[in-house]
């Protein structure tokens, strides 16, 4: 079943698979669930871990862009601007979890010497696995301990995915602990540009129903034009007005399937002033008309 990513206006994803009494999620998912092998830029509060089952999956991280092989896996850190998307056209299958800091904080000394050294520090962008080495191997075979478990039929199977995510966060400390020194806080040398990035894109997710122009997007970073098209490309690999577009019309994919609006009234909803307009980028980007995409996907 397709993952629908959605975003909050402040880039936040909302996580709509949180297993009951956790703040965990665990899903099974490839990438042609997702438009265009893509998903969306986005950050949010969860730690997210990516373990490759087959194939192989570019993900950008703070525009650094890191190939994930087969077997490998990713660890993000929180608040990390990050996708995943195919570089070749070709599909992959992955575990995707996620894990809310807060399921640590059930005592304040122990969150703050062995998670906040970790989720604040901003030198901590992610942690590449690779499966050839032992302690990352130890460390993936969790990753797939975790999913065995979700899609077992144990009643409260809840308690035991504690067990495995204690487990798994112990790793990661003993891990990070070697390169990184974890003692201090480290909440400083956050990258300007990519704070300037953070609060573009997020004006853009608030703005997307009004007139935005390149200049607006610009100013919306404190930026001259130029900066702000170098900054989406090294973050994004999109220009602004792409990465705009490219919303917009996943909020028009949204609506068109979760709304009884006509197609005029979608366009205009969803930002675009000009039902042609709207109707010729949707077509280039999916192959279909809007009222051809409604029809085949209104009653899933």
Known sequence: MKRKLQIMHDLFEIVQSYEP?????????????FDNLKALCHWHDDIEIIYILKGKMNFYVNGKNILIHEHDGLIINSKQMHY??????????????????????YNNDFFNHFVKTIISNNQIEYLYLNNNNLNDHHLLLLFNKLLLLYKSSISEKEILYYSIIFKIWHKFYTILKKNFNLSELNSSNISNDLIIQKNMTAYIYKNYTQNISLNDIAESGNVCRSKCCKL????????????LNTYRLEISKSLLINSNLNITEIALNSGFNHLSYFSKLFYQKYNFTPKEYRKLNKNK
Do not use: R
């Open 232 to 243: 989406f490309k090294k973050y994004l690999n999109q220009t602004p007005i792409d990465f």
């Open 21 to 33: 009494y956790t703040k965990i999620a665990i899903q099974e998912n490839k990438l042609s669930y």
């Open 84 to 105: 995943g998307y195919s570089e070749q056209g070709l599909d992959c299958e992955f575990i995707c979890i996620l894990i809310h800091p807060i399921i640590f904080n």
